[in-house]
């Protein structure tokens, strides 16, 4: 065969070889940086326990009487990120010019929904009559709640009640978060 002949058979040949290699680098690096698309989100850290923006310091009285607020914030999971979901709500007063006293409403005895009795100026938890003082000490020695309404970090910026919204088991005299 002469060396014309063979010129074409050699593009041939390398052609084919480079298609092979780079067909099958794509077989290998497409799968991997598709899991690394699919997996992203499980790298990403979630975090629903920052602090929340619940209402400005103007909605509370001065006279330090409770108002009870939503806790709305932002839940992400693996792949989801969802606004505004209700997680909870807190009873917040206004303790000075620019303080507030910020107390989950979740009774710490079982975890019903604690009142706020304008009359007694106090809390009171239906379910099995715990009471509860402003501050949210036990009033009442007989209450069966193990320990006080459960205090949360609390800063006011700019006239406005941040939260750092938390739950704690129930039933414990220790406020142990959940
Ligand atoms: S759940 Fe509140 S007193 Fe039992």
Known sequence: MTEPDQAPDRRNFVTKAAAIVVGGLISVVAPVAGLFTVFDPLRRKTDTRGLVRITSLSALPDSGEPRKFPVLDTLVDAWNRTENVPVGSVYIQKTGENTV?????VCPHLGCSVGYNAASSGYFCPCHKSAFALDGSIADPKSPSPRAMDALEAEVRDGEVWVRFQNFRKGSP????V
């Open 174 to 177: 220790d406020k142990i978060p």
């Open 101 to 105: 006293r910020v107390l989950n409403t």
